[in-house]
Every structure is written in C-alpha cells, then in structure tokens.
C-alpha cells in the first residue's frame, strides 16, 4: 500500500509493507522503483515535489515479539526503544525509464496469469534478522499447502 502524508504543506510518500525491515533493506532495489513511479506521477499530477519517500514496516521485531512473550516490561521498554520501522528510501526522476520497463514486465505477466512461485533457493534465501523468505512470506501465504516450491523446501 503507498500512502502520501501530508504535514506544513511538505508531501511524503510512504509504502507500507509487512516485511521485515531487514527483508526491505535487503530488497530496497524493488522499493525504489515503485516509490520513485509514485513519486514522479504524484509530483506530476500536483505540481508539487514529493519531500521524503520512505518504507514502512510493519513487522514486529524479533525482540519485541520476545519480550511480549515472556512479559518482560524492562526488556520490552527496551526494544520498542529501539525498534525504528521506517526505512527512508532517495527519490529520483534518473531511474524512471528502468523502473517503469520493470513494473511492464510485472504487469505483463500478471495479464497473462503467469503466477510462477520462487524458486527454492530463493524460498531458502536467509535475511539478516536470520528467517528465511519462506518463513516470512510462505507462512502468511493461503496457498502454500498447495505450492511445489514450498513443498520442495
């Protein structure tokens, strides 16, 4: 979901998004390109530049999650402290050409229903916080008890 706030006449873009802060670090690549698709068309349907364009997670921490569990209130205090959910992401109109050819090619394979899962080794694909793709995006997913790639994994 991309979201625009507004705040002393100065626009900010945002993409809420439930991966992980270190999965959208890991990815930020594919942010970019949709945050700057966005940014350009907004600032052109305005007339208006875009200030700030960021990323919002919002999956809990592994330490948050933690100390929920075990009911720690010092140790929870502790890592909402330090849990930082936005990840700014720089705009810029010099990338447009190549992120607009990558959404067509998204776009283009949604039209022809080509729905092809990841392959296991990207199912495998370890993150810096220590889960895997599979553990974060296949556990959320309806139909992964269907799935080849998940059942290969």
């Not at 873009?13 to 890991?26: A, G, H, M, P």
């Not at 921490?61 to 700014?88: C, F, M, Q, T």
């Not at 895997?132 to 995006?137: D, G, L, R």
Request: glycine share 4%.
């Amino acid at each position: 979901m991309i979201d625009v706030l507004e705040k002393d006449g100065k626009r900010s873009l945002f993409d809420v998004t439930t991966n992980s802060r270190e999965q959208i670090e890991d990815d930020i690549e594919l942010y970019k390109d949709e945050l700057n698709l966005y940014a350009y068309e907004l600032e052109r349907m305005k007339e208006s530049d875009i200030g700030d364009t960021f990323v919002l997670s919002t999956s809990m921490p592994r330490d948050v999650r933690y100390a929920l569990k075990n009911g720690n209130a010092s140790e929870l205090e502790h890592a909402l402290a330090n849990w930082n959910p936005i990840v700014p992401v720089q705009h810029s109109h010099d990338v447009l050409e190549s992120a607009v050819k990558k959404v067509g090619e998204v776009v283009e394979k949604i039209q022809n229903c080509e729905f092809d899962p990841p392959s296991p080794s990207v199912l495998k694909k370890e993150f810096k916080d220590g889960r895997t793709f599979c553990s974060h995006i296949c556990e959320n997913c309806d139909i992964r008890k269907s799935c080849e790639a998940f059942k290969g994994v």
